[in-house]
């Protein structure tokens, strides 16, 4: 995917026409959110299992109370 975006970037530097930039731009663009997007998501399915165990414990402590 990095390869691509400095492939799409590389076109955009040599282009001229206005119209052809843009649409380069939109798709650099989308493929960096979408590289983002699956960075969190990969966060967060990591880090989810440990925040509900982490609240699963403690609600039982606070029962015990």
């Not at 967060?44 to 015990?64: C, T």
Request: include cysteine.
């Amino acid at each position: 995917m990095f390869r691509e975006i400095e492939a799409l970037q590389a076109k955009l530097n040599e282009t001229e026409d206005e119209d052809e930039q843009r649409a380069l731009e939109e798709d650099v663009t989308g493929k960096i959110l979408w590289l983002s997007w699956c960075g969190i998501c990969a966060e967060v399915d990591e880090l989810f299992p440990k925040v509900l165990d982490y609240v699963r414990r403690e609600g039982n402590m606070r029962d015990h109370a």
